[in-house]
């Protein structure tokens, strides 16, 4: 659809890959949820606030003509100058695949690859019923109109799917819609885990966030969201529109396949194992300001820039060193090129953020 945008060379564009090969972004949070609530709804949580005194926030961090979190968000703060967390280095980097390459977990809408995003205006309320045990317990309330019940969320029922209308009830299904009303300060962000096709007035879901995006506040401690980590997936999406634009101001994404039953804030939940030798929930990689992406130019660039100046956080199981993007019919006919190009960046690229120490689930 759209023409190559040079990567290295576009060498090999037209072998864009035509699914996901596991990057999961939530379906871990249902398995493994703690269930139990450990607080109060927090309906106007966002993904966290600065841990560095003397960080650069990224203020033009927007989509759809939406500010998505302040300034001093951890998703906008750069921590290009933040130090290296020695001690989590030490201690996990050997069980975090250094080997292997990134890989650009998204493509076109035809491919269904990748997370789509809706956004627009609010529509009318409709009632979401919950298909977990831990939804009604950790998903933000918003009460329906009359005695309707207590999760009434205004998603069209026309929203994207990931993966599409068709895909399989056991995958992640996410649904993410901005509401623009507000904009550009005032928008609200609400997410969906494992959304099925509204069969009557509402949605089926596994679990489900309202982020109010003027605010940087996490979720309430334990509870998960439309991810596993308990973090928004828009946020640390690679998109078309900043792509077009020339540059990434935010934090990215990334899946691995083993981690730790803990987290690091702002992300609130975890959803893996006893062994504290694995990464956890909110961990934050830096590409070392080292690596030579002298030959990467377009897209490849601007993604490689960004993972130096804000970094990637650990949002959910699924594989390893997978970062997310958004789904775009613009992406038709330059994944190949771009798969060759992050390709190049191994685990062993990045570097630890020092940003808190691990607190385990319950």
């Excluded at 929930?281 to 993972?307: Q, Y």
Aim: charged share 15%; glycine share 12%; net charge negative.
């Amino acid at each position: 659809m759209g023409a190559c945008v040079a990567l290295l060379g576009c060498k090999g564009d037209a072998a864009s890959p035509s699914g996901s090969s596991g990057a999961s972004s939530g379906a871990s949070s249902g398995a493994s949820s703690s269930g139990a609530s450990s607080g109060a709804s927090s309906s106007g949580a966002s993904s966290g606030g600065s841990s560095g005194a003397d960080a650069t926030a990224g203020a033009t961090t927007l989509y759809a003509g939406c500010r998505i979190f302040p300034p001093d968000s951890a998703w906008n703060r750069d921590v290009s100058n933040d130090p290296v967390d020695a001690a989590l280095t030490a201690a996990l980097a050997s069980n975090m695949s250094p080997t292997r390459g990134l890989h650009p977990d998204w493509g076109s809408t035809a491919e269904q690859y990748g997370i789509p995003i809706t956004a627009g205006p609010a529509g009318a309320p409709v009632p979401i019923a919950w298909n977990t045990r831990y939804g009604p317990q950790e998903s933000d309330k918003l009460p329906c109109p009359g005695s309707g019940g207590e999760f009434c969320y205004p998603i069209p029922t026309t929203a994207a799917i990931e993966g599409g209308p068709s895909a399989p009830a056991g995958s992640d299904r996410h649904v993410l819609f901005l509401d623009t009303t507000g904009a550009p300060d005032a928008c609200t962000l609400y997410e969906l885990y494992n959304a099925q096709n509204p069969s009557g007035p509402g949605w089926t879901a596994g679990s489900g966030a309202i982020w109010k995006l003027a605010s940087s506040a996490p979720r309430t401690e334990t509870w998960t969201s439309a991810d596993a980590a308990g973090l928004p997936v828009l946020a640390g999406l690679v998109r078309w529109e900043e792509i077009s634009r020339g540059e990434i101001t935010h934090a990215l994404r990334f899946t691995m396949s083993r981690t730790s039953n803990s987290y690091i804030l702002p992300a609130t939940h975890a959803a893996g194992s006893t062994d504290a030798s694995l990464p956890p929930m909110g961990l934050r990689v830096r590409l070392r300001a080292s690596f030579d992406d002298s030959a990467f130019t377009g897209p490849a660039k601007i993604i490689a820039t960004a993972m130096k100046r804000y970094g990637m956080l650990l949002a959910d199981n699924g594989s390893d060193w997978y970062v997310s993007g958004q789904t775009h019919d613009m992406w038709d006919g330059q994944m190949g090129g771009l798969n060759q190009a992050l390709g190049a960046i191994k685990g062993s690229d990045f570097e630890i953020v020092k940003t808190g120490d691990p607190k385990p689930m319950p």
